[in-house]
């Protein structure tokens, strides 16, 4: 294996937030072509999602999403393993980016909703976003419910 590029590592830690550590394996392991690092880390959240699938989500927060001028309103509830991790830019950012995914896309159910193309990024879905976040935070999370007003 080829040393690991700094710039590349650095450049890889702040797209993806990954530990340094990933980073490091990342580029190790992938030579230093930056695409394929991305996709390792990628996979790595996944795998990391799937890991805590079972714990349970008894902390969170909900969020509110008003569009349209006061036409649509939104209440999501994200719920996450502990309140440390609820207070994190990231799991804010996740649960702003589901109730604008709820009010752009009306789901019938969390189940369908998982299941959407995520409206910023059509090669992927509601469930990727949500495991990356996963990986990224190392909590489970999971979308509870969710309600969409609109006169």
Known sequence: MASVDLNLLKKLRLETSASISDCNKALAETDNDYKKAVEWIQKRGLEKAEKKSDRETSQGLIEAYIHGEGKIGVLVELSCETDFVAKTDEF????????????????????????????????????????????????????????????
């Open 92 to 151: 804010k950012s996740l649960a702003h980016e589901v109730a604008m995914q709820v009010s752009a896309m009306n789901p019938k159910d969390v189940d369908a909703l998982l299941k959407q193309e995520y409206i910023r990024d059509g090669s992927q879905t509601i469930e990727k976003l949500v495991k990356a976040t996963i990986g990224k935070l190392g909590e489970n999370i999971t979308v509870k419910r969710f309600i969409r007003y609109e006169i």
